[in-house]
T-cell receptor, first 118, second 114 residues
Framework: AQKITQTQPGMFVQEKEAVTLDCTYD???????LFWYKQPSSGEMIFLIY??????QNATEGRYSLNFQKARKSANLVISASQLGDSAMYFC???????????????FGSGTRLQVQP | DAGVIQSPRHEVTEMGQEVTLRCKPI?????LFWYRQTMMRGLELLIY????????DSGMPEDRFSAKMPNASFSTLKIQPSEPRDSAVYFC????????????FGDGTRLSIL
């Protein structure tokens, strides 16, 4: 069964510095996708970035990039030049196969709370 | 473009009452998802629809929960009767690509059952 693990419950980073949020996964699928979402204190879930397992290059979206290491089954989110507004919960997610229903659904990790300090 | 719109943003009600949460997906998105987020269990998928048809409701906790999608632009999640353990944030999300693709979430409904 697919599984997503985020081992860092909380992280601190100084404003303007880069930070890496860890995500490891376990899957037997040959083709899969990985997602990162941001949840600020206001509560909404914001889609940040997507990486396909067959994409040859690491995904980038503005200050967000994915450090995708397929052999290690990791898809770490890198935020460059941190801003105070980056303080939020960050969730890694991937589609997981439900043996009972035979269907796929997005499964989320437990999240990492990032605090950017001035 | 408007994102996924959920209402209400907050709901406080007494146990035993019926609760109805509403969602308008992004126009053109054929998939709609309902999630529940709690501290103990994180984000859980409750049910999802494709072209207004429920595809997977295996996450619906019990018969007190029901969801409908009468048309492509509207869905409801109903809890009747509500219980304190139903207190959570309920998210609606929509997608063009199905359950394995990127989903766009609404702002959520924070539900408190007293």
């Amino acid at each position: 069964a697919q599984k997503i693990t985020q081992t860092q419950p909380g992280m601190f980073v100084q404003e303007k510095e880069a930070v890496t949020l860890d995500c490891t996964y376990d899957t037997s699928d040959q083709s899969y996708g990985l997602f990162w979402y941001k949840q600020p204190s206001s509560g909404e879930m914001i889609f940040l970035i997507y990486q396909g397992s067959y994409d040859e290059q690491n995904a980038t979206e503005g200050r967000y990039s994915l450090n995708f290491q397929k052999a290690r089954k990791s898809a770490n989110l890198v935020i460059s030049a941190s801003q105070l507004g980056d303080s939020a919960m960050y969730f890694c997610a991937m589609p997981a196969f439900n043996m009972d229903t035979g269907r796929r659904a997005l499964t989320f990790g437990s999240g990492t709370r990032l605090q950017v300090q001035p | 473009d408007a994102g996924v719109i959920q209402s209400p943003r907050h709901e406080v009600t007494e146990m035993g009452q019926e609760v109805t949460l509403r969602c308008k997906p992004i126009s053109g998105h054929d998939y709609l998802f309902w999630y529940r987020q709690t501290m103990m269990r994180g984000l859980e998928l409750l049910i999802y629809f494709n072209n207004n048809v429920p595809i997977d409701d295996s996450g619906m906790p019990e018969d007190r929960f029901s969801a409908k999608m009468p048309n492509a632009s509207f869905s409801t999640l109903k809890i009747q009767p509500s219980e304190p353990r139903d207190s959570a944030v309920y998210f609606c999300a929509s997608s063009q690509f199905g359950p394995a693709g990127p989903q766009h979430f609404g702002d959520g409904t924070r539900l408190s059952i007293l």
